[in-house]
């Protein structure tokens, strides 16, 4: 999934440049072809397709993800990973064949995830539960920090704890395989500490994973009219109607797949797994991602920092073509582009957002 741009990245996120084309975890490569990369042993490029938008479509492609260009898929509209997935599923049926032999791993363009072997082990594993046992599978992260910018998901206190045979080899820890008992949104930093004193909840990694025969089955019950459009748009795909797949689309809900199916899914299990995971959703992330400096800085770009500590200065252009000072500061991120200036308190990353609102309602040429 590659739909999104990434507000909480403003400045540097940008329509046409959109958060996983951008080096947040690697100075030397994008989000999504980190992404790809991650994939390639165990799923070949020519069974990997890149959902996004219709803007995003050739940005996408001329970044050389290592995809062919007939994978990367434009959605007709914004329709939220629902219509995201319900149009992949379309996809898939329509060049692969019967739903009951397609198993669909769905993952994210713009994670920082690891180690690689550990994160493809926790992938067989997971395709192994849903091919077995008839299932939608997530994966769920051991929480490192009560962190309130996540969903989670929660298990049943009589859960058994056991753990895949599959997943132990070539892992270092073997991942587990646990009934769902519920998905809870993004919670308060309070609720988040007591979600981790429990022991029974992972954050959601946002991946998941289902023979399209079981995903068509159980969306037909938990959403009917999804369940249709998707049946319906395979039909528009194989006659080639392109007017009427749009058409199909545009009706469809603009929701969650949380909300539209695994809210309400009766089949649903979470793959336990100790990997390194990261949703790198705003400037603070990078605090994270990226070594910092002995007072716990992180620069990018050669700023120049004095009497500062803590904060994130990322200067785009680059030293040559923009001088950066920051002086006396803390905890704050200084992102510097070549039209733009954001100052922020890592704290309040995830407000970046309401500058790019504000923007929008300008009509603002820096969007």
């Known amino acids: 999934m590659a739909g999104g741009v990434g507000e909480r990245f403003w400045p540097l996120s940008r329509q046409a440049r959109p958060k996983q084309l951008l080096n947040l975890d690697d100075p030397r490569r994008c989000l999504l072809l980190e992404a790809v990369e991650r994939l390639v042993p165990l799923i070949p490029p020519e069974r990997i397709l890149v959902v996004t938008g219709k803007a995003l479509l050739e ?124 998905f809870r949104e993004k919670p308060d930093r309070a609720t988040a500490e007591t ?14 994973f289902w023979k399209l025969g079981t995903f068509l089955s159980e969306m037909r019950t938990a959403s009917p009219p999804i369940h249709q459009a998707i ?68 620069a990018i770009g050669d700023p120049i920092l004095v009497d500062s500590s803590d904060c994130i200065v990322y200067n785009d252009p680059g030293a040559a073509k923009m001088a950066v000072g920051v002086v006396g500061m803390q905890d704050v991120a200084v992102i510097v582009t070549g039209d733009a200036v954001l100052v922020v308190p890592k704290q309040r990353a995830q407000d970046v957002k309401e500058i790019v609102k504000a923007l929008k309602a300008r009509h603002a040429p820096q969007l």
């Open 231 to 298: 049946e319906d748009m395979i039909q528009a795909l194989a006659d080639g109607n392109a007017l009427a797949l749009e058409r199909l689309f545009a009706g469809l809900p603009d929701i969650s797949i949380d909300c539209a199916l695994l809210e309400k899914a009766k089949h649903r299990l979470v793959v336990v797994s100790d990997l390194i995971w990261d949703d790198i959703g705003a400037w603070d992330a990078l605090a994270r991602t990226f070594p910092p400096d002995a007072a716990g800085n992180v």
């Open 59 to 182: 940005p996408i492609r001329a970044a050389q993800v290592g995809v062919p260009d007939k994978n990367v898929l434009a959605e007709p509209l914004k329709r939220n990973t629902a219509g995201c997935l319900a149009y992949a599923a379309a996809v898939a049926a329509t060049r692969f064949g019967d739903p009951e032999k397609i198993t669909m791993a769905v993952v994210t363009a713009d994670h920082r995830i690891g180690p690689p072997a550990r994160f493809r082990a926790t992938l067989e594993t997971a395709l192994g539960a849903a091919e077995t046992r008839n299932a939608l599978v997530t994966i769920g992260v051991r929480p490192a920090r009560p962190e309130p910018g996540y969903g989670y998901i929660e298990v049943a206190e009589s859960a058994e704890r056991n753990t895949s045979p599959a997943s132990a080899a070539g892992s270092e820890t073997a991942a587990q395989v646990l009934p769902v008992l519920q």
């Open 195 to 208: 979600f981790l004193r429990t022991g029974r909840f992972y954050w959601n990694s946002g991946m998941f």
